[in-house]
């Protein structure tokens, strides 16, 4: 078993990293060496939205199968960085797609459908950053805070509607397909230990 020291190493290691992209997207805006930046720096947010989110789903499964249960310690800061890219995607959307004219922008999110599942994911992402600290814990207790951050198998399914439709428009299906099968397996691990301990009940 790792130190709390060792733990605490490995967060701020993966703190930094998670900003990496980030910078990348920043760097590469600033010095002018992108074709189009908008689209980007859309896709790229987008992309590491569902990264981290593959990441967060992964946590419950490698520490049951390693043994390893500091990895839970990771899962609150990586929910975080699922919001924290998913609100730049948005914010992408919102700004230079439409320029903060949110009557626009709703008319966006109300005629396309991919936008539309895209909006509600982000929504259901908000209540879930907003209630990570251990005071919100605390208010909410255990059980109503565990069933409220399940919302993320919700959350989960709909940035992969999301993403296929988007790629749709483009007949490039392999991205989705590859994003849809790690998350749909990590899922389905979910679901096979909850019939198991049921059983065992």
């Known amino acids: 078993m790792l130190t709390t020291k060792q733990v605490s190493w490995i967060k701020g290691a993966v703190f930094v990293l998670a900003?990496?992209?980030?910078?990348?997207?920043?760097?590469?805006?600033?010095?002018?060496?992108?074709?189009?930046?908008l689209e980007f720096i859309t896709r790229g947010t987008g992309d590491w939205t569902l990264y981290f989110l593959c990441m967060v789903l992964a946590v419950?499964?490698?520490?049951?199968?390693?043994?390893?249960?500091?990895?839970?310690?990771?899962?609150?800061?990586?929910g975080l960085y699922v919001f924290f890219y998913g609100f730049l995607h948005f914010m992408t959307f919102l700004w230079f797609?439409?320029?903060?004219?949110?009557?626009?922008?709703?008319?966006?999110?109300?005629?396309r459908?991919?936008?539309t599942v895209g909006f509600i994911a982000f929504v259901l992402l908000?209540?879930?950053?907003?209630?990570?600290?251990?005071?919100?814990?605390?208010?909410?207790?255990?059980?109503?805070?565990?069933?409220?951050?399940?919302?993320?198998?919700?959350i989960a399914p709909l940035a992969i509607l999301?993403?296929?439709?988007?790629?749709?428009?483009?007949h490039n299906f392999t991205e989705p397909i590859i994003f849809g099968t790690i998350i749909g397996i990590l899922l389905l691990?979910?679901?096979?230990?909850?019939?198991?301990?049921a059983r065992k009940a």
């Open 162 to 170: 999301h993403f296929w439709w988007m790629k749709a428009g483009k």
């Open 126 to 154: 908000i209540p879930l950053a907003v209630t990570s600290t251990n005071g919100m814990i605390k208010r909410l207790g255990g059980k109503r805070w565990q069933w409220l951050h399940r919302l993320v198998y919700v």
């Open 19 to 37: 900003l990496a992209p980030l910078a990348r997207m920043v760097y590469l805006t600033v010095t002018g060496q992108l074709v189009d930046p």
């Open 189 to 197: 691990m979910r679901v096979w230990w909850a019939i198991r301990s």
């Open 113 to 115: 459908p991919f936008i």
């Open 97 to 111: 797609d439409h320029f903060f004219d949110v009557q626009e922008m709703w008319k966006d999110v109300l005629k």
């Open 60 to 78: 419950t499964p490698l520490r049951k199968l390693s043994g390893q249960n500091w990895l839970i310690k990771l899962r609150r800061m990586l």
